[in-house]
C-alpha cells in the first residue's frame, strides 16, 4: 500500500489514480474526512492528518511501504515559508517514525538556491527539513507548471489573448505537466530501491509564451496572441487571488526570478524529461 497526500490537488490526485489504476493498494492522506469520499468509492484508504503535525502524519504512513508528500499551499498565511518549514519537519519525523521503505515529495526547480526565487523558499524550506531522514528520499523538483495557464483560459476562449507574466513571448521556458510529475513520482515508489537523499530535476518540454498561445490556438480554433503583463500589475492581480501581502512579494520575486533565469535547474543534478508534448499538454488542459 501507498500513502498520497495532496489528493484535493492536482499532482496528489494524479498520482492516487496512476496507483490505482496500476492496481496497487492506496491510502490518500486528507485534512477532512469528506474529503476522502470520493477516493474510498474507488477503493482507496482514507487516513484524516494534517500534514503539519508529526504524530497523525507518522499514523497516516505507518503500514504502508512509501509516500508521496507536499507542502500544502498556505498562500493566505502571514508566512508561508514558517508554515512550509513546519511541514517539512513533520515530514521528517513521520518518514522515519513509520516505517516507510521510501518517500517521494514535490519540490520546484532552484530550490537549491539560499534566495532569489521567491514562493520556491517554501520547497526549499521542506528540502532542507529533510536532509538528516534515514529513509530513501527523493526530492522531484519541477519545472515551471504548464497547468498554470489554466488560470487564463478565459481570456483565450474569448479574447484569443494569453496574458503571461513570463516574459518576453518569444523566451522558452522549461515547463512541466502534471502528468509527467505524477509518471515520475510512480516510477520512483514502485521503481528499483536507492539509498539516502535522492534529487530529481523534471521537465516535459521547452516553450515560450508565443509558443503556447499558438498551441492553445490550435485547439480553440482561432488565433491567440500572447500579451505580457506589465510588472506593476502583478501584486494587485495577485492579490485579487486572495494572497497575503507575503505571498504576493514571494510571488513577485518567483517570477522575475524566472523571467531573469535565476530560477534555472541545478547543476549535476539527476534529470528526467516527460514524456509529454506542448501539443497534448495543450489539449488536456482545453479538454
Known sequence: MYAVAGVSGQTGAAVARALLDAGRKVRVIVRRAEAGAEWKAQGAEVAVADLTDPAALTAALRGTKGA???NPPSYRDSDPVARAASAGKAFAIAIDASGIERAVVLSAVSAHLP????????????EQALVNVRVPTASIRAQYF???????????????VLPSFLGPADKRYPM???????????ALLLGAPWKGG?????????????EVAQALA??????VTPIIVPRGQWPEILAGNGFSPATVSAFVEMYDGINSDIVA???GREAVRGNSSLALAARGLLH
Open 265 to 267: 535547474a541545478e547543476a
Open 218 to 223: 490550435a485547439q480553440v480554433g482561432k488565433p
Open 198 to 210: 535522492r534529487v530529481v530535476e523534471l521537465s516535459s518540454f521547452d516553450a515560450s509564451p508565443a
Open 68 to 70: 508521496y508528500l507536499l
Open 146 to 160: 504548464f497547468e498554470n495557464w489554466a488560470h487564463v483560459l478565459q481570456p483565450v476562449r474569448q479574447d484569443g
Open 176 to 186: 512541466v505537466t502534471v502528468a509527467d510529475i505524477a509518471a515520475e513520482v510512480v
Open 115 to 126: 534566495a532569489g526565487h521567491g514562493i520556491i523558499a517554501t520547497n526549499r524550506a521542506v
